[in-house]
């Protein structure tokens, strides 16, 4: 465990989870997720320049896939 490995463990600085989820997920996904997540995972998000919602459902790579699903599991977590 990263964590453990550390004084304060998950509470030192330089651990950092949103890294090792994101790793975690580049390396369990398959590489064509975003092309089996196209039309079938809808997020909807507000975009902050105009405030209009936005439903997003086509994803260019799996790189992207993750960010736009990280953003709503990050803002759900958060809340």
């Given at each position: 465990?990263?964590?453990r490995?550390?004084a304060?463990?998950?509470?030192?600085?330089s651990?950092d989870?949103n890294?090792?989820?994101?790793?975690l997920?580049?390396?369990?996904?398959?590489?064509?997720?975003h092309?089996k997540?196209?039309?079938?995972?809808?997020?909807?998000?507000?975009r902050?320049?105009?405030?209009?919602?936005?439903?997003?459902?086509?994803?260019?790579?799996k790189?992207?896939?993750?960010?736009v699903?990280?953003?709503?599991?990050?803002?759900?977590?958060?809340?």
């Open positions: 465990m990263r964590a490995a550390r304060l463990g998950p509470f030192h600085p651990f989870i890294r090792i989820l994101y790793d997920l580049m390396r369990t996904l398959p590489d064509d997720a092309i997540a196209n039309g079938r995972l809808y997020i909807s998000v507000t902050v320049n105009d405030g209009k919602n936005v439903i997003i459902n086509k994803f260019k790579s790189e992207e896939l993750i960010k699903s990280w953003l709503v599991i990050f803002n759900n977590f958060c809340l």
